[in-house]
């Protein structure tokens, strides 16, 4: 699933064969993509079920982009996902207990708060603590979008969207 007016995303994974030699284990276009609305996409690039995370050498590793996650990631892990949006999008208001880096790669998105409301363009970073937060593309071209949300420890206000309500984990 690609968005029309963006070029599709190339995954290249490295690690070590079983002497220490650095290569590229894995290179190709991302397979696993979930929709839950029309034009969206969220490409799961890659998970971590730990900290620290497993690193071993070996070539026959788990592809940990094709896991089957929720929003959320592993408890003590974390979630990389790019995700597009396209134009008129409405949001969905959510947090989740994480702190959470994107970036803006293409497009414009806002993100709307509980009470305030920011634009953000291409290069835009943002830190996402926790917060109750809505993506919403009032643009004419799709917003692309890349997350990482990092494990955090429960904030106890809210209502979060949680592991437990997510699909489990292969």
């Not at 699933?1 to 064969?17: E, K, Q």
């Not at 979930?34 to 996409?41: D, L, M």
């Not at 305030?116 to 937060?133: A, C, E, M, P, Y």
Request: no cysteine.
């Amino acid at each position: 699933m690609a968005s029309a007016d963006l070029p599709p995303i190339r995954r290249v994974v490295t690690g070590h064969d079983v002497k220490g030699v650095a290569k590229v284990l894995i290179d190709g276009p991302v397979t696993h993509v979930r929709s839950s609305r029309p034009g969206s996409a969220s490409r799961l690039m890659w998970s971590t079920d730990a900290t620290p995370a497993d690193i071993s050498m070996g070539e026959d590793v788990e592809d940990m982009g094709e896991r089957i996650l929720g929003t959320p990631p592993p408890a003590n892990g974390t979630r990389f996902t790019i995700n597009d949006i396209p134009p008129g999008r409405p949001g969905r208001m959510h947090r989740t207990e994480t702190i959470d880096y994107a970036i803006v790669l293409a497009g414009e998105i806002d993100m709307e708060m509980d009470d305030s409301t920011v634009k953000l363009k291409t290069g835009d970073v943002v830190i996402q603590r926790g917060t109750n937060h809505s993506w919403v593309n009032r643009g004419s071209e799709t917003a692309r979008i890349a997350f990482v949300l990092i494990d955090a420890k429960p904030l106890g206000i809210g209502h979060p969207r949680l592991r437990e309500d997510s699909p489990k984990s292969k």
